[in-house]
T-cell receptor, first 114, second 111 residues
């Protein structure tokens, strides 16, 4: 086990609604990255937070936003949900205090948009 | 940006045989290449990684090789066991920022 936790485990939302997903990082880690994994695909990078600041963003629209808190936990918010947002959302915990930033993943939140 | 390709998409081997999964990357600046194992309903688990200043790394039955000139890296699993059955992902990154993942290989080990 990595020590990275995510909540909730599963979530069902309706198109147009908003959702907030949560992640607690591994002890000693100061960086959280969020990924979207569609069925049968590899994880796609959404964004990364380091010391409460966004530190890189993938090709996702602004309705995907995030926060990192002083204890390094994080939230992913998605507004105006679309059917294509149905996926497994993964957070990965790491530290920028090492040269290569090994990332350790949580179990994910399965989001279904109907 | 970086583009990572992974082959094969599915792989079936007899228990005890070896399995090899190959990935290529496009950005010569990438310097860290992890491999993840994902079991059904779980998040990816880091199983081995390699830095760009190393050509090969081994951990018990698992090994990874890196060819920087050709921009490809491979995962080798020897003496496969049924519990090795899972989806394996390769990834590439520069300094641990955005990780670029391959599309995954579904490995089935037949008892």
């Amino acid at each position: 086990e990595t020590g990275v936790t995510q909540s909730p485990t599963h979530l069902i939302k309706t198109r147009g609604q908003q959702v907030t997903l949560r992640c607690s990082s591994q002890s000693g880690h100061n960086t959280v990255s969020w990924y979207q994994q569609a069925l049968g695909q590899g994880p796609q990078f959404i964004f990364q937070y380091y010391r409460e600041e966004e530190n890189g963003r993938g090709n996702f629209p602004p309705r995907f936003s995030g926060l990192q808190f002083p204890n390094y936990s994080s939230e992913l918010n998605v507004n105006a949900l679309e059917l294509d947002d149905s996926a497994l959302y993964l957070c990965a915990s790491s530290t920028r205090d090492t040269a290569f930033g090994e990332q350790y993943f949580g179990p994910g939140t399965r989001l279904t948009v109907t | 940006g970086e583009n990572v390709e992974q082959h094969p998409s599915t792989l079936s081997v007899q228990e005890g045989d070896s399995a090899v999964i190959k990935c290529t990357y496009s950005d010569s600046a990438s310097n860290y290449f992890p491999w993840y194992k994902q079991e059904l309903g779980k998040g990816p688990q880091l199983i081995i990684d390699i830095r760009s200043n190393v050509g090969e790394k081994k951990d018990q039955r698992i090994a990874v090789t890196l060819n920087k000139t050709a921009k490809h890296f491979s995962l080798h699993i020897t003496e496969t066991q049924p519990e090795d059955s899972a989806v394996y992902f390769c990834a590439a990154t520069l300094l641990g920022n955005q990780f670029y993942f391959g599309t995954g290989t579904s490995l089935t080990v037949i008892p």
